[in-house]
């Protein structure tokens, strides 16, 4: 039997992280444009950037129930998991492979935290939490990727226009093409497969809750 009376509580709980997830994100997105010291252009061309503003801009309407076109896309749970697949990437990927090739400290170090590691987990959980299981379909692990396909088209169209690449594994510069297309490739197989596997544990939760 469903307890009804737990919704207002659950309600005013998801609002509360909402709260948590959308202060963080925007206070870690300003903070580090206050922080940083080179061109805006070049700090909004990092996927960790977009992916932490997507973040904010998703849980803050949320968090406001905003009604109109952009909030009713936003509260897709199709949107969120992409949104869950692309900051868990952003976590996998720097904490892994990124993580200490520019030494940190004070100030800089926080907010690298905030964007790298707390904001991914904050809104991974809320996923698990919140958004709801067993409506996702196998095709839209497909779509998830096309922006970061879009990204990565975009990051190598800017660097040879500018010189500048956001990531060292897409500096064409140092790699050469052939190098950096593999990289491509990989980073691409990386966010199909963690989709897949997205949709499989929503699946397998949305399952187990029917089960309940």
């Known amino acids: 039997m469903i307890n009804y009376n737990n919704e207002p509580k659950n309600n005013l709980m998801k609002k509360m992280f909402e709260v948590v997830i959308a202060i963080t994100a925007w206070t870690a997105i300003v903070f580090q444009a206050y922080l940083t010291t080179g061109s805006m252009a070049n700090l909004f061309s990092y996927f960790t950037i977009l992916t932490n503003l997507l973040v904010a801009v998703c849980s803050s309407i ?24 692309y900051i868990f990437i952003v976590a996998l990927v720097y904490n892994t492979v990124l993580r200490g090739i520019v030494s940190l400290n004070g100030w800089n170090l926080f907010v690298d935290t905030l964007l790298h590691v707390v904001v991914p987990i904050l809104f991974i959980v809320y996923w698990f939490v919140y958004v709801p299981k067993g409506v996702l379909q196998w095709k839209q692990g497909v ?48 966010f199909f497969l963690a989709g897949l596997a997205l949709i499989m544990l929503d699946k397998a939760l949305g399952k187990r809750k029917k089960e309940l």
Request: charge should be positive; aromatic fraction near 20%.
């Open 62 to 85: 949320l968090l406001l129930n905003i009604q109109n076109k952009t909030g009713s896309f936003f509260r897709r749970p199709s949107v969120q998991t992409a949104i869950t697949l």
């Open 143 to 190: 779509s998830w990727i096309y922006f970061p396909m879009a990204y990565l088209v975009y990051s190598l169209i800017r660097g040879a226009v500018f010189g500048w690449y956001p990531y060292p594994f897409l500096n064409v510069v140092t790699f050469g093409y052939p190098k950096v297309i593999l990289n491509v490739i990989i980073m691409i197989a990386v």
